[in-house]
C-alpha cells in the first residue's frame, strides 16, 4: 500500500481546485506536490518528521487539525454530507475517544478527540489505524461452511437455519450443557449483557470470555479483598501520585496512552519502579528497574513488606481501622521472607528491596499497577492479593494517588466481566443462586420456572466450565466431568483461539466436535485451525463449521467500560459492511429459530438495519440500569452518557470532575459534579444523579460525591473480631459513624428509616436487600442518610475461603528449578474444581522426576507489542499495523544465544514440553536475563513451521501470520478461576 500522488484531471480536477475547496486542502495539495511520486509509508513518515508511538503532540503537526465539520454538513467537493461520529477506540481498555469524519456513509477520516480527558488528543498506532475497519480489505464478509477442507460462500438464511437444526439436535441428545458459548470482550456492554441473558434462556452456565485468561485472578482476589474486583482510581488520578510500582505490566506497549498521565506525574516528581523479568520500554522510563525470574511476584511484595514492618512503616492507625488480619501477614512474612529467602527466590539483592521499600513508604501516595504479568500464573489470585496486602499495609488505598490501578487488556473486557457471560454469575457478579435468578427474572420480565426448565436437572446454580477449559470439556473421560455430556458444540463468539494455552490439545478438542461456529468480523485463527487436517483419528466425520460476518463496534451503537471504570457510549459511525450483521441482531435472530425471541427481547424496541430487525442498545442499557445494583450500572443511563460525550471538554483531566456548572446544550441535562463517564458505582437510578466513583473506598468525600468505604461482604464477626470498620471510620456525611453492614429492609427498619420509602416502594422492597430491592429505594435512603449500600467494612489481609488465606508462593508447574520446587510445591490435585478434575502436585513432581528442567532449561514467558494486539487476527489484518512489525520472534540474551550458537536474526525452533516446535526469528538482546526467553502472543497463522494461509477462507487471511505462542505453552491453572498459566513455563532454543 503506498501513498502515491495522482495528477489533476477532469471533473475532479476541476472541483478540487474551485472556490469550495477548504484552505486546508490547498495546503495539503502543495504539501503533497513537493513529495517523490510514489513514497512508502515509512519514507513518509520519516520525511514528515512523524513517529508513530504514544502521545504526539498536535501542536507539532501542522497537517492535524481538529474536527469541525457539523452533522450534515457539505463533503469536501460539496456534493455530499459529511457527519463527524463520535466513537472510541476498540483496542486496549484505556478508552481513547476518536472522531470518525463519515462522507456520504462512507468513513474518509479520524481525528483523536482533543477535548477527551483520557487521551487528551493522542493515540497509539492501534488508535491512529481504526479507520481500517471501515473498509476492512481481509474482513469476512459472508456466512461460510467448512465443506471438504474448504470454505464455501452460503447464505445468512442457510446458516441460522443448519446452525440452530444442529443445536436442536445436540440438545435433544446430550442437553444444553453439551453447547459451549466463548463470549467476547469486544463486545459492547450491551451485546455482552444480552449473551448472558441469551446463554441462561438455552439453558447453560457454561459460558465465558476474555477475563478469564487475562484478568480473572483479580477479579476474585482483589473483590476477596476488599469488595470490589476492578481497578480502584484511574489512568488519570495516577498524575496525583508520588510513587508508582508497576509489575507484571508494559504500559509503554500494552497500554500506550496511560502513559501520559504517568509521564505527567514524573513531571512533578513522581517516582517509577517497574518490576519484570525483562527491560520494557516502560522499564526505559523507570526510576527503579528491578528484575525478577518470572513468577516470583509474592517473594518480591512479600519481601518489600518485610522491609515496611521492619522499619514501622506501616500505617498502623489505617491497619486498624479498616483492615482484618493483617497481623497474620506480618508474622508469615517476617517468617518466610528474610532477605536471604527472597533473593533465592526471585532474585533480587537486600539493598535493592530495602531502597524499593523505602521509595514506597517515603513517596506517599503510592500507587501499584499490575497486567497479566502478575495474573496469569497458578498462583495468580495470591499473587494480586500480594499486591493488595501491600497497599492495605501503607494506607494508600481509598487515596487519590494511591490505589490498585489494575490495567484491563481489551476495550470492554471490564464491561464483559461487569455484565457479561461468566460461569459462575449472572449480570452484575449476582451468583448462581435462586434469589439471584429470581431477582433476573423479574428484570427481564418472564417467569422464573421458565428458565429453570431450560436447564437440565440440577444445573441451573452450578457455575460452567471455564473458557480456558472447554478443551477438557471436549477430550476429558465422561466420568469425570462433573455434567452428564462432554462438549459437543462450541461458539467462538469474538474470541482468539491462540490466546489459549496447549494449542495442540486445543486442534484435537476442535476436530472432535459436532459444531464449530465462529461470530466475528475476522475468521480468526479458529477458522484456519478447524480447516487445517489434523489426525485422522480425531476428526468427527460429522462435524459441521460455520463462520458468521460480525459486525465492529464502529457499525453499531452502545456503551463500553474502561479500565477505570468509566463508561463510554459509541456512536454508530457506519452501515455493516457487507454482510456483516450486529451481534445483537445476531443473537436476536438465533433466539428466533431457538423459539425464545420474545423472552430475549420483549423489553426492547427493534430498529430497522438493511431491513432487518435489530435490538435497541439503548434499551438494552435500560434494562441494565434497572437490574444491575450490586457495582453501580444502574445510574449510566444512555442519555447521560451521551451527554458527556458531547461534552468531554467539561471534565477535569486530574480528577476527572465536571468544571462549575455544565449543562448539556442538547438535552439541558446538567452534569454539575459529574465524574467523566459516571464510573461504577454509580448507584441509583439515573433520576438520583449519582455522580459516579472516581477511586473506590475513598472516606474523605461523601457517598454522593463519589465517596465510599470497603464492602461489608463477608459477613459481620469472624472467630470473635468484628470484620466492620472501627469506630471513627466513615465517609464523609454519614450518619453512622462506625462499621455497618449491607442495608437491607431490617436494617432500615431498625435505623427508623424505612419510613423514608413510600409505600409501594415499601411493598417492592419488603424481604429485599440493596441488591435486589426493584426499585433503588433502599441505595437512595441509604445514601441521602450518607451511607454506602454495601455496608462499611474492613479489608480483609486474610482470605479464609480461599486456599492459601495468606498468599503463600508456589512453584510454577514446569519449572527450572527443582531445589525451589521442593521447598515451594503446588497445590495437591483436585477431582473437581468448575466441572473437570485438575492437575498439580502429580504433574510438577513428574515433571521433576523426568527432569524436565534440564531438557528445557529456559524459562518461556510472553506478553504485548505495541502495534498488535489480543489474538492479533485483527490487528495484523491492517496493512498499516502489518508494516511495522512484520515478523514472529523470540527474545534471548546474548548468553543463552552463544551457548546455543544462534546469531541475531536466525530463524530458530522453540521447543517445548507438548512437543510443539515454534519456527521463529531470533532477537538477541540483554531485555531478557540468560535464563529466560520472551516471545509476544499476538501471532498465528503459521503452525510449527507451516504457512496455514490455505486454510482461511479466500482473501480472508491476516497480512502477517506467525507462530502462536500458545501452540507451545503448557498445562497449569489458578485453583481459585482456572486462570491459565502463559507467564511462567519451560522451552529450550535450537537453531533452525
Known sequence: MLLTKKSPSGAHASRASSSTSSGFVHRLQRGLSTALPTMDRRAFLRRSGLGVGVGLAASQLTLVKKAEAASGGKSIDGTGKIEVKRTVCTHCSVGCAADAIVENGVWVRQEPVFDSPINLGAHCAKGASLREHGHGEYRLRYPM???????????????????????KELREASGPDSVYFIGSSKHSNEQAYLMRKFVSFWGTNNCDHQARICHSTTVAGVANTWGYGAMTNSYNDMQNSKCALYIGSNAAEAHPVSMLHMLHAKETGCKMIVVDPRFTRTAAKADEYVRIRSGTDIPFLFGVLYHVFKNGWEDKQYINDRVYGMEAVKADVMAKWTPAAVEEACGVKEEQMFKVAKMLAEAKPATIVWCMGQTQHTIGNAMVRASCILQLALGNVGKSGGGTNIFRGHDNVQGATDVGPNPDSLPGYYGLAAGSWRHFANAWGVDYEWIKKQYADGTMEKPGITVSRWIDGVLENNELIDQGPNLRGVFYWGHAPNSQTRGLEMKRAMDKLDLLVVVDPYPSATASMAAMPGKPEDLNPNRAVYLLPAATQFETS???TASNRSLQWREKVIDPLWESRSDHMIMHQFAEKLGFATELSKNYKMQKIKGLDEPMPEDILREINKSVWTIGYTGQSPERLKAHMRNMNAFDVKTLKAKGKVVDKETGYDMTGDYFGLPWPCYGTPQIKHPGSPNLYDTSKHVMEGGGNFRANFGVEREGKSLLAEDGSYSVGSEITTGYPEFDHVLLKKLGWWADLSEAEQKAAEGKNWKTDPTGAIIRVAMAHGCHPFG???????????????????????????????????????????????????LQQKNVDDKMHEKFPLIMTSGRLVEYEGGGEETRSNPWLAELQQEMFVEINPKAAAERGVRNGERVWVNTPTGARLNVQALVTERVGPDTVWLPFHFSGRWQGVDMKPYYPDGAFPVVRGEAVNTGTT???????????????????EKA
Open 792 to 842: 462499611n467494612a474492613k479489608a480483609r489481609a486474610v482470605v479464609w475461603n480461599f486456599p492459601d488465606a495468606v498468599p503463600q508462593h508456589r512453584e510454577p508447574i514446569y519449572g527450572t528449578r527443582p531445589d525451589l520446587i521442593a521447598k515451594y510445591p503446588t497445590h495437591d490435585d483436585r477431582k473437581t474444581v468448575w466441572r473437570l478434575p485438575i492437575l498439580y502436585k502429580s
Open 145 to 167: 461452511k467448512l465443506v471438504n477442507g474448504k470454505y464455501q460462500r452460503i447464505s445468512w438464511d442457510t446458516a441460522l437455519n443448519e446452525i440452530t437444526a444442529k443445536m
Open 558 to 560: 452502545g456503551s463500553c
Open 971 to 989: 498445562y497449569g491453572y489458578d485453583i481459585v478461576t482456572m486462570m491459565q498459566e502463559t507467564k511462567t513455563t519451560i522451552c529450550n532454543v
